[in-house]
């Protein structure tokens, strides 16, 4: 074979992979809007409102006999869909890596997903089981669909392009969150002119959601490609394989100490994108309208912090700035606490620190989990990463709705989440990063 047929070979394999990387962001593209418009900024204070329309004269639902406070039937729902994610993330996961068909379940995970968030355009009236219901299929699918997503990276990506790509994958994320946002903003704010009640604006904002998402995912399911590894076929089913990459991992503890204090301040962040809104709108007094905005802040300064903290790390080292992001993270939750209500300027101000460490903290958690894995084993330990990702993010809502219904305040309930920060802090500040990566038999940066 000739200079010139390799060359081309590589030309045309270089070709087919930015191709199918391209087809990769468009997943971002696609279910990102249910997480910006869904889950932080409509359902949680409309979900609420039902809620409290089907409540007795003490402001409680009945759900299975159930006594639950009103405002906490949110919070308890997104904790359940998480419960329910992490029970199937293992056993969709260990069949993917079986059969090496990963479009196939992404493909239903998506469409199961955006169905269910198209379905929210019934929520009505005093509907509020309903409305639970479809919020634990829908996040709980989008959790699962989530994990095969990230599982693709490595296959599409040598790990020289890998930050960019993945940093891609985020941009268009958020540039898709914001951009609907602002329909919404437009649809919500003159629902008026356009015929619709408030109500009705709501469901058509979160139905849409849903619509995007079943679209946007028919680029991703046509470019990526299926791929059967050899090395998988004998991967044990479910919950033993994780168990086993669990055992695993005890072999390099500090991995798992990584691990731990990860999902816990992982989890604090997870809780404040779903509870805020409901905090402004119940506990501030502020309207939809200020909501929205507040979250296209977010969305646009989330990317701008993510490159301040990039290079934040460059210079000072990863593990450093995570730490300083959650020193920030805890100011500003502290600082939310004592935010006058009906004052949407402070609110905005508070949204603007979130937005700036937003980003940054999930990614390069990301990066620097990445050099921890041993080499070889980069999807086993993903996979456990995703599920550990999902794991305790139901312990936040959990706290936030008991802090609720305990004390009837969603300042004390905003409050009791600067414990994940404080113990996320303590717990990554006694990992020794350098050695960590050495024993995981991996080359220790310059600075990290």
Known sequence: MGTDTVRTD??????????????????????????????????????????????????????LGIPVRSGSFFAYSVSLSVIVAVLVMPLVGAAADRTGRKKPLLAAAAYTGAAATAGMFFLDGDRYLLGGVLLVIANAAQSVAMMLYNSYLPQIAPPEERD????????????????????????????????????????????????????????????????????????????????????????HPLTLAFLLAYLVYNDGIQTVISQASVYGSEELDLGQSTLIVAVLLVQVLAVAGALLL?????????????????????????????????????????????????????????????????????????????????????????????????????RDAILSLVAFFVIGFLLLARVPVRRAIGDAGNPVPERI
């Open 10 to 63: 590589a030309a045309g394999g270089a070709a087919e992979r930015r191709r199918e990387q391209r087809g990769w962001y468009f997943y971002d593209w696609a279910c990102s809007v249910y997480s910006t418009s869904v889950l932080t900024v409509f359902l949680g204070p409309y979900l609420t409102s039902v809620a409290r329309s089907a409540a007795d004269a003490s402001g409680y639902v009945h759900p």
């Open 164 to 251: 960019a790509v993945s940093s891609r994958g985020w941009a268009f994320g958020y540039a898709a969150g914001a951009l609907v946002l602002v329909a919404d903003l437009v649809l919500y704010s003159g629902h008026d002119s356009f015929g619709l009640s408030e109500g009705m604006a709501v469901r058509v904002c979160l139905a849409s959601a849903g619509l995007w998402w079943g679209a946007f995912a028919l680029v991703p399911l046509r470019r990526l490609r299926d791929r059967r590894s050899a090395a998988r076929e004998g991967a044990a089913p479910g919950w033993r394989q994780l168990a086993a990459t669990v055992r695993d991992m005890r072999r």
């Open 310 to 410: 990039g290079r934040l790390a460059r210079r000072y080292g990863a593990k450093r700035t995570i730490l300083g992001s959650l020193v920030a993270w805890t100011v500003t939750l502290a600082a939310g606490y004592f935010l006058p209500a009906g004052a949407p300027g402070w609110f905005f101000a508070l949204a603007a620190g979130i937005g700036l460490v937003l980003g940054g903290s999930q990614a390069l958690s990301r990066s620097l989990f990445s050099h921890l894995v041993p080499p070889g084993k980069e999807a086993e330990y993903f996979s456990a990463y995703e599920v550990s990702d999902r794991g305790m993010s139901w312990l936040g809502p959990l706290l936030f709705g008991l802090t609720y219904q305990l004390t009837g305040s969603y």
